[in-house]
């Protein structure tokens, strides 16, 4: 049964969730029409870009991304405790890099100097535009409103160029989403759009490693070279740190990337069945079931539906939303058969 978006996003039970926005028909979003020719590949830089300025917006961080041919995957976590922190002018700022805002609250970004009635009003929009830029549902509406405008000027038509709003999956423990962001970074490869982790294009693998590797050569890079490049890529979250100390992701980036590349192996379609024979720590720490999490990394989004982790967290989160049963225990005993 198709549930409500008020029910599938609730920051209570999981601040991480899985969205995908895809095109409808025969829109693209990179790659080739056969059909008439065209090159659509620069719209993929028209995602991270869009994803670059929302994370700095918005109290809403990424963490991870992958722009495919007609649709697009994003990991992203509500910081729900960093919006209310923001004080009032940094609030509608924030809320004005993006949007007009209301006349009151533009005459009050200009002078300050206003009545009660008027502070009072000016209040009532900060508590407002605080709630949306913690708002997954406003976070994706801009990001793929701005891009629909984009391409159908460029393709000198109107009408819908996303198939629906977008599709959300709430991630609800450390091991869905480690398992869901190796997933999302491994769809270029899984596509055969590239036979690396390092060499797919537009993907938040990429740019990790990319910044692994300048931090390396940190001696030989300028600061004003590390800035240019923070403007136009996404802030992604740091890893280290658990779900529940705001610290960043639950391992280490050699952890994941390990992860990533004994994953990519294992799928990939020349080595098809061949598992290393070691394997990373994070799969012995979060208890993934190997081959388990290589037909979740193959067929993904038939496994799950609403929510992603562990049978007691799937059942935790049915309970929250007063409901008696979620679909996703059978595929969740497969992957994480000693998590209860």
């Known amino acids: 049964m198709t549930l409500p978006r008020s029910a599938l996003v609730s920051v209570q039970s999981t601040p991480y969730y899985h ?29 991270v870009e869009r994803l670059a300025l929302l994370s700095s917006v918005f109290a809403i961080d990424v963490a991870a991304y992958a722009v495919m041919s007609n649709h697009y995957h994003v990991v992203l976590r509500i910081n729900a405790d960093l919006a209310a922190s923001w004080p009032v002018d940094e ?25 009660s009635a008027e502070l009072a009003k ?63 970074d491994l769809n270029p490869i899984r596509a055969g759009m590239a036979d690396t982790p390092e060499e797919s294009e537009y993907t938040s693998i990429q740019q990790r490693i990319a910044g692994a590797q300048r931090i390396d050569n940190a001696s030989t890079a300028t600061r004003d070279e590390t800035e240019d490049l923070s403007e136009v890529i996404p802030r992604l979250m740091g890893f280290s740190g658990r779900l529940d100390d705001d610290q960043g992701l639950p391992c280490d980036l050699k952890d994941y990337l390990e992860l990533v590349d004994w994953s990519g192996r294992a799928i990939h379609p020349d080595k098809r069945g061949k598992i290393a024979d070691h394997q990373p720590k994070i799969l012995q720490r979060l208890q993934i079931e190997p081959s ?49």
């Not at 926005?21 to 719209?43: I, K, N, P, W």
């Not at 004005?96 to 609250?105: E, S, Y």
Request: charged content about 25%.
């Open 122 to 184: 000016v209040n009532e929009f900060v508590a407002l535009y605080r709630s949306r830029l913690a708002d997954l549902s406003w976070f994706m509406r801009y990001l793929n409103e701005s891009i629909a405008r984009m391409a159908n000027e460029e393709d000198n038509c109107t009408g819908r160029f996303w198939e629906g709003r977008f599709k959300s999956q709430a991630l609800l423990d450390e091991a869905a989403l480690i398992a869901c962001m190796a997933y999302v």
């Open 292 to 340: 388990a999490l290589l037909n979740y990394l193959s067929h993904k989004e038939d496994s799950f539906h609403h929510v992603i982790g562990s049978k007691s967290s799937i059942r935790e989160a049915a309970a929250k939303l007063g409901r008696t049963f979620l679909q996703g225990i059978a595929a969740a005993d497969r992957l994480f058969p000693q998590r209860i």
């Open 19 to 47: 969205c995908i926005g895809r095109c409808v028909r025969r829109a693209f979003l990179c790659g080739e029409d056969a059909y008439t020719g065209r090159s659509f590949e620069h719209r993929r830089g028209w995602i």
């Open 91 to 115: 609030v509608l700022s924030r809320w004005c890099r993006l949007f007009a805002g209301n006349p009151i609250v533009q005459r009050y970004l200009a002078n300050p100097a206003m009545d």
